[in-house]
């Protein structure tokens, strides 16, 4: 069993920064690719990143690619969503998630993923 917790959302104005955080316990989250996925009020959840168990392979939804960087770092069971030049459109509950499945560049589907966290709100205020 493993249980991740998200921190590091809040209200941010537009074009500002958030770093998300998603620790892991229970269980080393080092040999796993993991994901960060999204899910607006009315909007299905949609992936934004994902990140290889080495961290040598990245994948980024187009509407966050050069804004946002995920990222890992093994010794702390942790993986890391750095987001930067936010937008309104970026308001969502955030989700990290453990991928049970071997990584696919061209396949990133939350039915991949087993354990997720709580989620975490951002809200980007115009």
């Known amino acids: 069993q493993v249980q991740l917790v998200e921190s590091g959302g809040g209200l941010v104005q537009a074009g500002g920064s958030l770093r998300l955080s998603c620790a892991a316990s229970?269980?080393?989250?080092?040999?796993?690719?993991m994901g960060w996925f999204r899910q607006a009020p009315g909007k299905e959840r949609e992936i934004v990143a994902a990140?290889?168990?080495?961290?040598?392979?990245?994948y980024y939804t187009d509407s966050v690619k050069g804004r946002f960087t995920i990222s890992r770092d093994n010794a702390k069971n942790t993986v890391y969503l750095q987001m930067n030049s936010l937008k309104p459109e970026d308001t969502a509950v955030y989700y990290c998630?453990?991928?049970?499945?071997?990584?696919?560049?061209?396949?990133?589907?939350?039915?991949?993923?087993?354990?997720w966290g709580q989620g975490t709100q951002v809200t980007v205020s115009s």
């Open positions: 229970g269980r080393t989250l080092s040999r796993y690719n």
């Open positions: 990140i290889s168990w080495s961290g040598s392979n990245t």
């Open positions: 998630a453990r991928r049970k499945s071997p990584w696919n560049s061209g396949s990133h589907h939350s039915y991949e993923y087993d354990y």
